[in-house]
């Protein structure tokens, strides 16, 4: 069995986005994408603190402390590329003219409710920052996760036990062993990462699933 | 003569009064108006509400404000960050009151205010925590929730240049919150790092109108991690 690797999840969802596209990136593993965009494929890239057309890091010692990203990261700006501020950048999230957010989760449940902001009831200040904003509004809400918690618990399950960011939002889930559609009858497996079987999959997934892959030639 | 620019920090910052709602500009260090903080620390008001993205960090700023006792209520979108110990320490003593907003709800709750909107209804949050008390209602077969307008009694804001109407331009990424909340606060007080002429900020370049502000302080400060 081998289990695609980050920079390999990273790569697996980048060549899914089509030419034209809006992307807003979650903070964290769903940044990575940005670097594995194909070359000559223009997808235009939002961070909620005001900025279209966002380049990647700079070289270092080129740092602008005016231009960050939503994690704070120093980043640059492409040709084309906009600032806005806050209500703005949002009603592009909110109001739906984001193609894609690709979020990180704890769970993600198969019919498409999605945890990935606080991780118990009790947690009384957790931080919210934008995640139910992008999942209640982008057009298309992607998670990319490990298939399982660090001690093997699986985080695709029917019901979500961690507090809700958004309800019935994500469509697509890529871990590090598959990628997998949220279809009204639930997860619907498209593709598995080397060596790895359907029935290895069922034993790390708490909830039922289709196998949907296309036939082998 | 019309003429926003006062002289100094006390002058800016006169009249502030206890108990205000205090909006504070600024995503991560970009746009954050640190001077006016440190002229409010000095100013004295007390039992204030802060409403900000982020609830300070290290021991300076927005996170001193707090350790001094003078803020009552945090209303923001992400308090924990690196380095947020303040918070931290003032949250788990029961020192501090929090409302978590999120983000987009939290920049449209503060445009309501300014644009005259008492209430609007948001997909953000429906059948999560965040919701809980509030009215929802359905639209388009969606669930909504009702969000209320957060109006500043002072907005503190981070200008590249300014004019002597007011007229601001931000720089780069240090726009984020700034002009939301100038237009949503009775008394906006902005820092710039430069004042210019009257018309060397041309119509199309002004990103908050001069209507929307009511003091301006030059303060150099050069780039936020400087």
Redesign the interface.
């Known amino acids: 069995m081998q289990p695609w690797s980050r920079t390999q999840m990273a790569g697996r969802v980048a060549v899914d986005i089509p030419e034209g596209w809006y992307c807003n990136l979650g903070i964290g593993m769903p940044t990575l994408i940005a670097d594995y965009i194909p070359q000559g494929r223009e997808v235009v890239l939002h961070s909620e603190n005001g900025i279209l057309g966002m380049g990647p890091a700079p070289e270092k010692g080129s740092e602008d402390a005016w231009l960050i990203n939503a994690g704070k990261q120093p980043v640059t700006l492409h040709p084309g590329g906009s600032y806005f501020h806050h209500a703005d950048s949002f009603a592009m999230i909110r109001g739906g003219h984001i193609d894609l957010c690709v979020l990180g989760a704890f769970e993600v449940a198969s019919n498409g409710d999605i945890a990935n902001w606080a991780t118990s009831e009790n947690d009384s200040a957790p931080a919210v920052g934008g995640a139910m904003d992008l999942a209640a509004g982008a057009k298309r809400v992607w998670v990319m996760m490990e298939h399982t918690t660090k001690d093997g618990r699986p985080k695709l399950v029917e019901r979500c036990s961690y507090p809700l960011t958004a309800m019935r939002a994500v469509t697509r889930v890529y871990t590090n062993l598959a990628v997998l559609d949220v279809t009204e009858a639930g997860f619907a497996v498209r593709d598995l990462a080397p060596e790895v079987t359907m029935e290895h999959l069922r034993s790390v997934t708490a909830a039922p699933l289709a196998d949907a892959r296309e036939a082998v030639a | 003569m019309i003429d926003k620019i006062v002289r100094d920090m006390a002058a800016a910052m006169e009249g502030v009064r206890d108990g205000s709602t205090v909006l504070i500009g600024g ?4 746009g954050q108006p640190d001077d006016l903080i440190d002229g409010l620390i000095e100013q004295g008001a007390k039992d204030l509400t802060v409403v900000a993205n982020n609830a300070g960090s290290g021991r300076t700023g927005l996170a001193r404000l707090m350790e001094l006792g003078r803020v009552r209520k945090i209303i923001c ?5 690196a380095g947020s110990v303040v918070f ?1 320490d003032l ?1 788990k003593a029961g020192k501090l009151e ?1 409302e ?6 939290l ?2 709750r ?2 309501a205010a300014g644009a005259g909107v008492p209430a609007f209804f ?9 919701a809980q008390g509030k009215e929802t209602r359905e639209f388009n077969g969606r ?1 909504h929730v009702m969000e209320l307008a957060l109006p500043g009694d002072v907005a503190l804001v981070e200008a590249w240049e300014a004019d002597r109407w007011g007229n601001l331009t ?11 909340m100038a237009m949503a606060a009775t008394l906006t007080i902005v820092q710039a790092q430069n004042i210019v002429e009257l018309g060397e900020i041309e119509g199309e370049r002004v ?1 908050t109108p001069g209507i929307f502000v009511n003091r301006v302080v030059n303060v150099r400060r050069g ?4």
């Open positions: 995503f991560g260090a970009a979108s992400f308090p924990r960050s931290e949250y929090l978590i907003v999120p983000q987009g709800t920049a449209e503060m445009r948001t997909p953000t949050a429906a059948g999560t925590k965040l669930p931000y720089r780069r990424s240090g726009r984020n919150f700034n002009p939301v990103v780039a936020p991690w400087a």
